[in-house]
């Protein structure tokens, strides 16, 4: 059967596969864009609640996990923040920096999804939205595609549907299948960005939901020190989350709830303030509720001047390191990103193709190569997804 010709077929029509597209189809190339979603970038529809913080310019590749930390560094190098940030500024976006680099819109995410489909539509992309792709098949330099019905065919296929996290949004395993199919390996898929479980014995913390404060979290590797949110069932907040990316299982976690204090500040409020309460110097750095359920926690009751030094230097040092042992995460349903995914190993950091498989492109979130918490996702996503588009 005669099949429609293209340059090139993106399976994704989310970050990555819309930048893909648009950057080949400026340069000439005719591109076919398909989601089987009815609408384009539903993720970065709700990203940043609903602003979409689309980039941040702290962008590094230490900021990135992946089995290969130096695969980021090309892709990122040529695609910067500043660059993305002037596509923004040439579509009259306003924006705006939050915190630690995080850059958001000042208006709504919407705002990126038109400039990302305003930028296909002006580099004339073919786009098919609310059908899947079946019957994939490779043979003679081509890739031949079947959407509703109808075959498409391309030189190269670039896969861009990301990854499972957040499934009812139509987020599918399908970019690991293809890519299993065509011989290529995955990094063991698990769930980032993602609040954490809390077991019985933490019951106590569980029954703060809904109290936050800021903290250092320390993890094998890492460390954090943003803000941390008890729930219902455990530990949420960005310091948890992008500490949940590094977590392995049945392994502790660590948070100073002090971590601006001196080390000596228990003994010092002693002797400026003999008569407060432990609980109410602990409220003095931290929400009541928190300060209440630690105080419980390490037994000590009453006012300082009754509490031994000793009593107070171990309590300080057990609150600049607490010790959690998260039972799980809240699992793909809650994550944010999926970590893991199509190992670096056979692509090219340069061109995101792979490199036993002519033709076949692998960009965004599918790829083993997951950023912080802040726009580093994203920013991943445009530059792999730029990358790709350059080489097709
Ligand atoms: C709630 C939430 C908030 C977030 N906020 C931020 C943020 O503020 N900043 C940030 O940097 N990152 C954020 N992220 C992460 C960010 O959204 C992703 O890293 C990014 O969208 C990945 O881009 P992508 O193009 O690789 O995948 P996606 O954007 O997920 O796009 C994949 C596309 O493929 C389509 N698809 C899937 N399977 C198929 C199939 N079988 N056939 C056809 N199409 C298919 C999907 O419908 C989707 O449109 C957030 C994620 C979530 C869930």
Redesign the pocket.
């Known amino acids: 059967m005669s099949a429609d010709s293209f340059d090139a077929i993106v399976?994704?029509?989310?970050?990555?596969?819309m930048m893909c597209a648009a950057t080949a189809g400026a340069r000439g190339k005719r591109v076919l864009l398909?989601?089987?979603?009815d609408e384009?970038?539903?993720?970065?529809l709700?990203?940043?609640g609903g602003r979409?913080?689309?980039t941040n310019i702290h962008t590094a590749a230490d900021r990135y996990l992946s089995s290969n930390p130096h695969f980021a560094k090309s892709a990122l190098g040529r695609y910067t923040p500043q660059d993305f940030i002037a596509l923004v500024d040439r579509h009259g976006i306003a924006w705006h920096e939050k915190t630690l680099g995080q850059l958001f819109c000042d208006g709504s995410a919407r705002q990126i999804v038109a400039m990302l489909v305003g930028e296909c539509e002006k580099a004339g992309v073919t786009i098919r939205l609310g059908h899947?792709?079946s019957a994939i098949e490779h043979g003679d330099g081509q890739f031949r595609v079947t959407i509703n019905g109808r075959d498409y065919a391309a030189p190269a296929l670039a896969l861009?549907?990301?990854g499972p996290?957040?499934p009812k949004?139509?987020?599918?395993t399908?970019a690991y299948d293809m890519a299993r199919r065509f011989g290529l390996s995955i990094v063991h898929p698990r769930p980032a960005l993602v609040p954490l479980t809390l077991g019985p014995e933490d019951a106590l913390f569980r029954s703060l939901s809904g109290v936050s404060a800021d903290v250092e979290v320390r993890g094998r590797k890492t460390r954090f020190r943003e803000a941390a949110l008890f729930t219902h069932r455990g530990l949420s907040g960005p310091a948890m989350l992008q500490i949940s990316s590094y977590w392995e299982h049945r392994t502790p976690i660590s948070v100073d709830f002090l971590p601006d204090a001196e080390p000596d500040w228990l003994l010092e409020q002693k002797r400026m303030q003999p008569r407060t309460s432990f609980r109410r110097t602990l409220s003095a750095l931290l929400p009541a509720r928190l300060a209440e359920a630690l105080a419980e926690q390490l037994g000590l009751e009453g006012e300082l001047a009754n509490l031994p030094d000793k009593a107070l230097r171990a309590a300080q040092m057990r609150l600049a390191g607490w010790s959690f042992a998260p039972t799980g995460t809240e699992g793909f349903a809650k994550a944010?990103?999926t970590a893991g995914g199509i190992s670096v190993a056979e692509l090219s950091s340069r061109t995101m193709m792979a490199t036993r498989v002519p033709g076949l492109y692998a960009?965004?979130?599918?790829v083993d190569v997951t950023?912080w918490l802040g726009?580093?996702?994203?920013?991943w996503?445009w530059a792999s997804g730029v990358a790709a588009g350059q080489a097709i």
Do not use: R, W
Request: with cysteine; proline share 4%; net charge negative.
């Open positions: 399976l994704g029509a989310g970050a990555a596969g398909v989601d089987h979603a384009p970038g539903k993720k970065i709700i990203s940043g979409c913080n689309f899947p792709a861009a549907t990301g996290s957040i949004l139509g987020a599918t399908f944010e990103v960009i965004g979130e599918a950023g726009g580093y996702n994203f920013q996503a």
